[in-house]
């Protein structure tokens, strides 16, 4: 609850003779419309709606660790001219990463073309048997039809990045010698980024995964980045009471990048509708929250309330009025504009 806007409440209902001083309630009373203009107040409906609360934090980018890609050795063999340093490092799809150099193709491509050129009627069947062993010890589809082509053999295949992201990971080294398998370079995705963020307690029990978040950088201040609660990670932490929740941002044009720090705005709102009041018609009395009622006989009569939670300048009121009542609002006090009690 908004001490402050209570507060305010208390003072203009004191002012106006809805409540007296200690907080009971007094009597209902009668303000003609200049009356409320002198007063700074004003007259809104009980409205039904749904309540939604914004709360702004900040985060830092991390990368969809199921967007990933390894890039492994096809063979036994040594690289050579790596084209990353160090990690992490952007990259584009079909990027050149390293060369592996792969000696024992050489004589098996040598053994390849032999039986390729030779004139006796099973030199076919020797050629596909050497075609099979290319195969076999790891050689590319895309060097055998150039070896087929030019007749000559080659031992370095370059190593490409299968996907556009930032290299997380590298394990290459120029000159190291590698088997078949090895895991060289590991890739993450930019097309999705992940942001780990800490919610009030209040607010991160009415979130729900799919809601919609936007999200800003210092970096980039023109652009909204536009996403979705992903997880709502269990346990609260009871130092802060606040909970995880780990938002989805679309980085089609991947400019966030991992370790930058980004603003989120999240924003929940109630899965059913409520009796609404603005926050400002709240006041602050020794039996519980308290509304002026607006009576057909044109007085207002200050009514028991019982009220939830609170989120964009309004309150769920879950029972003491009804749709369409109409409440008495308190603005901002103007000091002696208020009629003595």
């Not at 806007?5 to 200690?22: D, E, H, K």
């Not at 992490?88 to 053994?111: C, I, K, N, S």
């Not at 709502?232 to 720090?261: D, E, F, I, Y």
Request: proline share 6%; with cysteine; charged share 20%.
């Amino acid at each position: 609850m908004n001490r402050k806007l209570l507060t305010a409440g208390v003072i203009g209902a004191i002012a106006l003779g809805l409540v007296i001083r200690g907080g009971t309630h007094a009597r209902a009373v009668g303000l003609s419309p200049r009356d409320q203009q002198n007063c700074n107040v004003r007259v809104a409906e009980v409205t039904c709606g749904r309540l939604s609360s914004e709360v702004v934090a900040c985060g830092t980018v991390v990368c969809d660790e199921r967007d990933v890609a390894f890039v492994q050795a096809q063979a036994n063999g040594f690289v050579e001219r790596i084209g990353v340093r160090a990690a992490p490092a952007r990259v584009h799809e079909g990027d050149a990463l390293a060369d592996l150099y792969v000696p024992d193709w050489f004589a098996a491509q040598m053994a390849y073309l032999a039986a390729r050129d030779l004139k006796c009627p099973a030199a076919s069947n020797l050629a596909n048997d050497a075609g099979q062993r290319l195969r076999r010890i790891g050689m590319p589809e895309d060097l055998i039809r150039v070896l087929e082509k030019t007749g000559r053999p080659h031992c370095r295949v370059p190593l490409t990045a299968p996907i556009s992201g930032v290299v997380t990971e590298l394990r290459a080294r120029e000159g190291v010698r590698v088997t078949t398998g090895a895991p060289l370079f590991r890739i993450n995705g930019l097309s999705t980024v992940h942001v780990n963020v800490e919610v009030p307690e209040r607010l991160g029990q009415a979130l729900r995964t799919g809601e919609a978040v936007s999200a800003q950088t210092e970096t980039l201040p023109d652009t909204v980045f536009v996403g979705t609660v992903a997880t709502l990670l269990p346990g609260v932490n009871l130092t802060t009471r606040t909970l995880s929740a780990r938002v989805a941002l679309t980085n089609s044009n991947r400019q966030l990048l991992p370790g930058m720090p980004v603003t989120v705005r999240l924003t929940s709102t109630a899965a059913t509708d409520c009796l609404l009041v603005p926050n400002e018609a709240l006041i602050a009395s020794g039996t519980g929250p308290v509304v002026a009622v607006y009576e057909d006989d044109g007085r207002f009569r200050p009514v028991n309330v019982e009220i939830g939670p609170q989120g964009g300048g309004l309150t769920e009121i879950r029972s003491g009025v009804a749709v369409g009542q109409k409440v008495l609002v308190f603005e901002h006090l103007c000091g002696e504009g208020f009629p003595a009690a």
